[in-house]
């Protein structure tokens, strides 16, 4: 409710200073007075970019656009340099939630062998904020000269990104208790060591579909089972949404796939510096600023390409 109230602010503030620009520029009129231009014209510009930051909110019409998000990453192929990649992109979905006033916290990870990580679970907590990361649902690539190879030889890396809305206490999510193979396993920290001596950490399979997930970053199983459960809804509902988007798809236009060989975007760091969403075809030359977390750029030309 807090959230909407701030729109309704936001709207009432476009319309004050749309009122006191016409008063400015009635002013300038009637006294021929052009040394308020300068002022004008500032004042447009603002005005400009809070209408531009409006329509953006308005473009957030979907079904669970409001939610919190579940993002999740999987290196691929290529052992080390895709799990430094996939550490790279954890590091910058954190960095983005920071800079945007959200939450983010790792709910499981999976270390890589060398350095990096193979996989981990994040969940962000933030008004819209799956219906800003849906826009990074898919495969990321890499391009860049390997800080792992000794012939320092160029590198392309692919990791999956999984998006997801948390599941809330207003959708039934029917599972069946025969349909889960519940596992508790020791938490595993850094170098293989036990975090813990007892067995808190949770895998949970859903049998019909072969879903599997896991969460270890509580201190209690109980915890643990809670959030693994969240997430395992997260993912059926997924699944019913992808049944549902592929029987409107007509109505919808074209649905971009998160599987291999459908990368959505690519960062170059050699043999020169970019960033291109291959969906909107938005560029950036600061790769180093992207990877900081600055994505809502590409975030809002996704967005807006939607609606075209």
């Known amino acids: 409710m807090a959230s909407y109230e701030n729109q309704l602010k936001e709207i009432d503030n476009v319309i004050l200073t749309l009122e006191s ?22 004042s447009i510009n603002k005005l400009s970019l809070s209408l531009d930051q409006l329509e953006l909110k308005t473009l957030f019409d979907g079904e669970f656009d409001s939610r919190n998000v579940i993002l999740s990453i999987h290196a691929g192929a290529g ?35 060398e350095a990096g990580i193979k996989s981990c679970t994040i969940s962000i907590d933030g008004f ?12 990321h690539r890499l391009v860049r000269l390997s800080p792992y190879d000794s012939d320092n030889a160029r590198h392309t890396s692919f990791v999956l990104v999984e998006i997801l809305p948390e599941i809330e206490s207003d959708i039934e999510i029917d599972i069946k208790s025969d349909d889960l193979q519940i596992e508790s396993f020791k938490a595993g920290g850094a170098g293989g060591q036990s975090v813990q001596k007892n067995s808190t950490a949770i895998r949970i399979t859903h049998l019909p579909t072969g879903i599997k997930v896991s969460c270890q970053n509580e201190r209690s199983q109980s915890q643990n089972k809670e959030i693994a459960m969240k997430i395992l809804k997260s993912r059926l509902l997924s699944l019913e949404i992808k049944k549902r988007d592929e029987n409107e798809k007509k109505l919808k236009g074209p649905h971009v796939s998160a599987e291999w060989g459908n990368q959505i975007r690519s960062y170059v760091l050699h043999p020169y510096k970019m960033v291109k969403d291959h969906r909107s075809n938005w560029e950036s030359s600061d790769p180093d600023n992207v990877l900081d977390g600055e994505l809502n750029i590409f975030i809002d030309k996704f967005l807006r390409m939607g609606k075209n």
Do not use: C, F, H
Not at 90 to 111: F, G, H, P, Q, V
Not at 131 to 138: A, D, N, T, V
């Open 21 to 42: 620009i016409s008063e400015i520029i009635e002013i300038a009129i009637l006294e021929k007075d052009n040394s308020l231009e300068p002022e004008i014209l500032e």
């Open 128 to 139: 819209n904020s799956y219906g800003m990361l849906r826009s990074e649902k898919g495969v």
């Open 79 to 113: 052992g080390v340099e895709s799990q430094d990649w996939a550490s790279m992109l954890m590091r910058m979905y954190t960095r983005w939630a920071e800079k945007n006033d959200m939450s983010a916290k790792i709910l499981e990870i999976s270390r890589g062998d």
